[in-house]
T-cell receptor, first 115, second 112 residues
Framework: GAVVSQHPSWVICKSGTSVKIECRSL??????MFWYRQFPKQSLMLMAT?????????EQGVEKDKFLINHASLTLSTLTVTSAHPEDSSFYIC???????????FGSGTRLTVV | LAKTTQPISMDSYEGQEVNITCSHN???????ITWYQQFPSQGPRFIIQ???TKVTNEVASLFIPADRKSSTLSLPRVSLSDTAVYYC?????????????FGSGTRLLVRP
């Protein structure tokens, strides 16, 4: 089946620094990928839609200058958390559809801790 | 965007059958119903998908009535490892740009 690889699986960074998270579709091309954020004991919240070759579209309330999304190829989307603060600590998950009718495939997630 | 409603939590015991019902009153004609399972600190994992009537795979069954305004995920003979959060989502599976919006999910606890 379709596989989405997310890297790193966890990262600790200092407040004020930036962190990049990668999301790759391993065996299919994804013109669209999605980025979610999940706080403990809560559901996944959609942050943005990543579109290959064009600007990402952000959900209401998500700062586009803070969460930079780049989708430069059909198999790679990156999320950069800029000037991270402790409140950005969360579990970030990406997903994509292979368009084979098997639903969306999710990455394994990235646990970001800002200290 | 269709909204789904599920029970917040359910308890069960090993070996029992568990049925989780989801309501999606505003489901669109092109929408399919998909269920995902999520363990702590992992991404959601696809369980089953259907459009109408009944779908069965090696891990679960999905029952969808004719009006498609609800669906029921059936997990036969659950084990401790089935303790997880289960999400019901609706969307056009043939549209790769369709945004999946997660509801609260159902937190299933399987006891020994």
């Amino acid at each position: 089946g379709a596989v989405v690889s997310q890297h790193p699986s966890w990262v600790i960074c200092k407040s004020g620094t930036s962190v990049k998270i990668e999301c790759r579709s391993l065996d299919f091309q994804a013109t669209t990928m999605f980025w979610y954020r999940q706080f403990p004991k809560q559901s996944l919240m959609l942050m943005a839609t990543s579109n290959e070759g064009s600007k990402a579209t952000y959900e209401q309330g998500v700062e586009k200058d803070k969460f930079l999304i780049n989708h430069a190829s059909l198999t790679l989307s990156t999320l950069t958390v800029t000037s991270a603060h402790p409140e950005d600590s969360s579990f970030y998950i990406c997903s994509a559809s292979s368009n084979t009718g098997d639903g969306y495939t999710f990455g394994s997630g990235t646990r970001l801790t800002v200290v | 965007l269709a909204k789904t409603t599920q029970p917040i939590s359910m308890d069960s015991y090993e070996g029992q059958e568990v049925n989780i019902t989801c309501s999606h009153n505003n489901i669109a004609t092109n929408d399919y119903i998909t269920w995902y399972q999520q363990f702590p600190s992992q991404g959601p994992r696809f369980i089953i998908q259907g459009y109408k009537t009944k779908v069965t795979n090696e891990v679960a069954s999905l029952f969808i009535p004719a009006d498609r305004k609800s669906s029921t995920l059936s997990l036969p003979r659950v084990s401790l490892s089935d303790t997880a959060v289960y999400y019901c989502l609706v969307g056009d599976k043939m549209d790769s740009s369709y945004k999946l919006i997660f509801g609260s999910g159902t937190r299933l606890l399987v006891r020994p």
